[in-house]
C-alpha cells in the first residue's frame, strides 16, 4: 500500500472543526493535520461557503475564536516567526477552491509538525491571499474558525 494511502487509515494528530461567523452560519468543516515525511499533510474539507471561487485558509497565532470587535479577532495574527513576512508565514497555505460552496483540499506543507500546529486556529478568509500583500495577503474578512486540538 503507498505511504499517502496509509495516511487516511491513521488518526490525524490534530485536528480543528471550523464554524461560521455571523452571517456565515452555515460554513462548516474540518482541518486534519498528518504526519508526513519532513512536515504535515493538511487536509481541509469546508462547507457552506458562500459560493464559488477561491478562500484564503491560514493558521492563526491564537488559541481560540472569540470575537471581540471583529470576527475572530481572538485567532490573532497570522501564525509565523518575528520578522517573517507574508506568504512565508509558518501558518501560510494554499487557497482552497470551492464548488457550490464546498472545498476540499490536501497539501504538503515542510514547516511545521501536526504536534506544533495544536493551541492555533484555522481561519477561512472570504477573498483569496495574493500572496504578496502585507501583513496578510490581504484574504478579507474572516468567515470561518476553528481552535486546533
Known amino acids: 500500500m503507498l505511504e499517502m494511502e496509509r495516511m487516511f487509515l491513521i488518526r490525524p494528530e490534530a485536528a ?24 504535515t499533510i ?15 485558509i491560514h493558521l492563526h497565532q491564537g488559541d481560540n ?15 509565523g516567526l ?17 464548488k457550490n460552496g464546498k472545498a ?7 514547516r511545521f509538525l501536526p504536534s506544533q500546529a495544536r493551541g492555533h486556529t484555522v481561519i477561512v ?5 495574493d500572496y504578496r500583500s502585507q501583513p496578510a495577503g490581504d484574504s478579507g474578512e474572516r468567515i470561518g474558525c476553528g481552535v486546533i486540538w
Open 82 to 98: 518575528p520578522g517573517q513576512l507574508h506568504p512565508e508565514h509558518l501558518g501560510d497555505l494554499p487557497v482552497l477552491l470551492a
Open 125 to 129: 478568509h472570504r477573498m483569496p491571499d
Open 42 to 56: 493538511v487536509v481541509a474539507q469546508v462547507e457552506g461557503l458562500p459560493g464559488d471561487g477561491f478562500f484564503g
Open 16 to 39: 480543528a472543526n471550523l464554524t461560521g461567523a455571523p452571517g456565515y452560519e452555515n460554513l462548516r468543516g474540518q482541518v486534519l493535520f498528518y504526519p508526513a515525511p519532513g512536515g
Open 65 to 79: 475564536c472569540r470575537t471581540r470587535q471583529e470576527p475572530f479577532d481572538g485567532a490573532g495574527a497570522h501564525w
Open 104 to 110: 476540499w483540499s490536501a497539501v504538503w506543507t515542510g
